[in-house]
């Protein structure tokens, strides 16, 4: 199972590379506190695989209408590798966004097949792949790779 590409949170598309994903959220400001949402990876506009619009990535002015959001972004290249963890634990460190998704977004990059095998784990459980034993979405290694080895066998390439 190939598991060095990202999935898109919009139309589920695979992301063949990093270039070629965005990652993006949205900010406002109330009086001095900054309050972001919406942190999610998707694809670059250019590779969007809706040719029409809505693409993957937001609608910045309909965003802005909703709540005064801004958006903000950055290629997906911005966020592989030692400098893009280090971007993202500043961005975990701002306390604009929720944790939850600042840590989710770290993960997906990060976690060798975990962004292949995250949407899967319920099932996994559930079809006894493995026990978890940590908090869910936390799973050890191992748990990731039973997890992609059982998703191997139920759909092969």
């Known amino acids: 199972m190939k598991?060095?590409?990202?999935i898109c949170d919009v139309c589920g598309?695979?992301?063949?590379?990093?270039?070629?994903?965005?990652?993006?959220?949205?900010?406002r400001t109330e009086g001095e506190?900054?309050?972001?949402?919406?942190?999610r990876l998707v694809h670059a506009w250019p590779h969007s695989p809706r040719k029409n619009e809505p693409r993957c990535q937001y609608d910045q002015a309909v965003e802005r209408g909703?709540?005064?959001?801004?958006?903000?972004?950055?290629?997906?290249?911005e966020y592989v590798g030692a400098g893009g963890l280090m971007e993202?634990?500043?961005?975990?460190?701002?306390?604009?966004?929720?944790?939850?998704e600042v840590i989710?977004?770290?993960?997906?990059p990060h976690i060798p097949g975990y962004e292949h095998a995250r949407m899967h784990f319920n099932a996994a459980i559930a079809e006894q792949?493995?026990?978890p034993n940590t908090k869910p979405g936390f799973y050890k290694m191992a748990d990731i790779n039973?997890?992609?080895?059982?998703?191997?066998?139920k759909r092969p390439e």
Request: glycine share 10%; no cysteine.
């Open 33 to 39: 506190k900054k309050i972001g949402r919406g942190l």
């Open 88 to 100: 993202l634990l500043f961005m975990l460190s701002e306390h604009e966004l929720p944790e939850d």
């Open 66 to 77: 909703k709540d005064g959001s801004t958006l903000l972004d950055g290629s997906l290249s």
């Open 104 to 108: 989710e977004i770290i993960k997906r």
């Open 13 to 27: 598309g695979e992301i063949t590379e990093a270039d070629r994903g965005w990652v993006e959220w949205l900010l």
């Open 129 to 131: 792949v493995f026990e």
């Open 3 to 6: 598991t060095n590409t990202w």
């Open 146 to 153: 039973a997890t992609l080895a059982w998703l191997g066998k």
